[in-house]
């Protein structure tokens, strides 16, 4: 088999994209005007579908703080974390991030797939264990496949599938590490947390919640859903992102245990790779404190997913879960799905589309996030494109 015979089914899909001339992985934002609008084949759009959940991306302190560190630390730290790339600022983040969390320390990676691959590569390893949501994000399944650990997967959001599994594990449960995520990207459903730390308590093991969508989010401080059902104490391990609530692009884990600071030595994606720039630093510094007195921010956001999920509920549509900031319309045939997006985009709203592999039990899903700076005529022009297409689904 020749090196690039294996993208022949990938070219052939998308060979029928182009004839149905649909390019829904390549879409440029030709210009961005605020975080819900920019210019898309050269039409106004609304954007939703950017995960800017608090809208943060054009806050004018997160900017200022930006273009000061950009003026006085320059471009890029040109170098990892392990070796010139740690400036004051990602040291005092990860002091304020520990700190929102009330935790012993935190460590800073480039992005919030490098937070997974290193936290997993470092702590697991071939003898170890890891028991995974079948539902948890890419990052998740690539960080336990760099760790050689083994992997044991339960039903989606199913405790007791857990609790069986971790049963059959024996003496090995109290060393495993179990994976899941607040807020799952892909259908916005939430853990059953409290019945996890539960099989925890029982068992033993340590837990890693992947709060990448829900920090900001959820909680009164915004620290997720660790923080709204009340165990933030339970979770060992917090991995979170940059690049949704706060407006940026980078990651981090916290964690009260000790050892979080060994991480350091041995987490490849850790040490082989370039630390986030010192403009970035400073805008996620800015936007976490934001973030943390950010009441209002989550109130507004509450209210444009409850405004969209009511008005698509309404119109019959199938939805993936509760209100949540990620709403994801359940679709059957790829077909019918990529053309009910692109008429979307035609109609200048511009939200994800999802589709086998990616997706959870082989579902097409048009994925739509929700941010506080939507504006209710936003959110109604949103609906109002649906209700356009409700005819054809
Ligand atoms: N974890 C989850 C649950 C995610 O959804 C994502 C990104 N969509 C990541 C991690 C990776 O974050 P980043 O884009 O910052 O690398």
């Given at each position: 088999?020749?090196?690039?015979?294996?993208?022949?089914?990938?070219?052939?899909?998308?060979?029928?994209?182009?004839?149905?001339?649909i390019d829904p992985f390549g879409v440029e934002?030709?210009?961005?005007?605020?975080?819900?609008?920019?210019?898309?084949?050269?039409?106004?759009?609304?954007?939703?579908g950017t995960n800017n959940y608090l809208g943060l991306t054009f806050n004018p302190?997160?900017?200022?703080?930006?273009?000061?560190a950009l003026d006085a630390e320059g471009?890029?730290?040109?170098?990892s974390r392990m070796a010139n790339g740690s400036y004051s600022g990602h040291r005092r983040l990860e002091e304020e991030l520990a700190a929102f969390y009330g935790m012993r320390d935190a460590i800073v990676f480039s992005t919030g797939y490098?937070?997974?691959?290193?936290?997993?590569?470092?702590?697991?390893g071939p003898n170890d264990v890891v028991l995974l949501d079948a539902d948890c994000h890419a990052s998740i399944y690539d960080g336990c496949r760099l760790s050689g650990a083994e992997v044991i997967r339960f039903r989606h959001n199913n405790a007791a599938d857990l609790a069986k599994r971790m049963r059959r594990l024996g003496a090995r449960a109290a060393d495993t590490l179990i994976l899941v995520e607040g807020i799952y990207s892909m259908l916005g459903d939430c853990a059953p947390l409290k019945e996890i730390v539960d099989v925890k308590r029982e068992f033993g093991g340590y837990l890693l919640v992947d709060e990448a969508h829900s920090l900001g989010v959820l909680g009164e401080r915004g620290r997720g859903l660790v923080e709204e059902l009340g165990v933030l104490a339970d979770a060992d391990f917090i991995v979170g992102t940059f690049s949704k609530s706060l407006g940026g692009a980078g990651g981090f884990c916290v964690s009260d245990l000790p050892a979080l600071d060994l991480v350091r030595y041995s987490s490849r994606p850790y040490i082989f790779t370039a630390s986030p720039s010192p403009a970035t630093i400073a805008s996620t510094r800015q936007a976490l404190h934001i973030l943390a007195d950010g009441r209002e921010l989550r109130a507004r956001l509450r209210e444009n997913f409850e405004r969209l999920h009511a008005g698509l509920t309404a119109m019959g549509y199938t939805l993936g879960a509760s209100p949540s900031p990620v709403i994801a319309v359940v679709f059957g045939e790829t077909i019918t799905t990529l053309k009910f997006w692109h008429d979307l985009l035609q109609r200048g709203v511009y939200v994800n589309l999802m589709l086998p592999p990616a997706t959870p039990n082989g579902v097409s899903l048009i994925r739509c996030s929700v941010s506080a700076a939507h504006t209710p005529e936003q959110i109604d022009a949103v609906c109002a494109a649906f209700a356009d297409l409700r005819a054809v689904t």
């Open positions: 088999m020749g090196l690039f015979d294996k993208f022949q089914g990938m070219a052939a899909a998308r060979s029928e994209l182009e004839a149905l001339r934002i030709e210009r961005i005007i605020s975080p819900t609008e920019g210019i898309i084949h050269g039409r106004h759009t609304i954007l939703a302190e997160c900017i200022a703080a930006a273009h000061r471009t890029g730290t040109t170098g490098q937070a997974n691959l290193g936290m997993l590569a470092a702590l697991t």
